[in-house]
């Protein structure tokens, strides 16, 4: 079984400032972990991923996350918060399907909501 | 390119109702999933397609919920009869296989029982 908690349904923060988004996951087998977004009246569309390569992985619009497996972790940090950035964001793990190719069903966290400040 | 249609965008009814959700992939994709989102929640995988058959529907409420994909492309989501805790938002997408965990949302469909 797989799961994801996502600290904080809420975070805010002001423009230029720092965003961390947290997410902690539970899997049996090394997990595929992915990051969401979802701006307002539009579908969720794919961040970032990690898939056992590198452990800091880099996504879209200067956003970047760090698998840690000993804390079994997978945060979303931006350096430098944009007004644009104010969205849903969502965690999610899965993991390869035995005998397939396919990265099965993602489970998603409850989602995070992002609000910036002028 | 043209993303993930869903229609209709809302839709209201009274419980014990039915209701039907339409899904228009990505062309190409051979992968298509459902998931219902309720209000607070991340969204939950209710069935998943490669082409038409069905992957994956361990999370479908079989007694109400039922969903087919004819000819691999098009997909509906049928609920009947529909309850109050129904009430949700069913988000369809489509991947690639692999799909590397790139799933293509549409905007999904709103849904309120009453």
Not at chain 1, 88 to 100: I, T
Not at chain 2, 32 to 46: E, R
Not at chain 2, 101 to 112: I, K, N, P, V, Y
């Amino acid at each position: 079984a797989q799961s994801v908690t996502q600290l904080g349904s809420h975070v805010s923060v002001s423009e230029g400032a720092l965003v961390l988004l947290r997410c902690n996951y539970s899997s049996s087998v090394p997990p595929y972990l992915f990051w969401y977004v979802q701006y307002p009246n539009q579908g969720l569309q794919l961040l970032l991923k990690y898939t056992s390569a590198a452990t800091l992985v880099k996504g879209i619009n200067g956003f970047e996350a760090e698998f840690k497996k000993s804390e079994t972790s997978f945060h979303l940090t931006k350096p430098s918060a944009h007004m644009s950035d104010a969205a849903e964001y969502f965690c999610a793990v899965s993991h390869r399907q035995a005998g397939g190719t396919s990265y099965g069903k993602l489970t998603f966290g409850q989602g995070t909501i992002l609000t910036v400040h002028p | 390119e043209a993303g993930v249609a869903q229609s209709p965008r809302y839709k209201i009814i009274e419980k014990r109702q039915s209701v039907a959700f339409w899904c228009n992939p990505i062309s190409g994709h051979a992968t298509l999933y459902w998931y219902q989102q309720i209000l607070g929640q991340g969204p939950k995988l209710l069935i998943q397609f490669q082409n038409n058959g069905v992957v994956d529907d361990s999370q479908l409420p079989k007694d109400r919920f039922s969903a087919e994909r004819l000819k691999g492309v098009d997909s509906t989501l049928k609920i009947q009869p529909a309850k109050l805790e129904d009430s949700a938002v069913y988000l369809c997408a489509s991947s690639l296989e692999p799909s590397g965990g790139r799933l293509f949302f549409g905007s999904g469909t709103q849904l309120s029982v009453l």
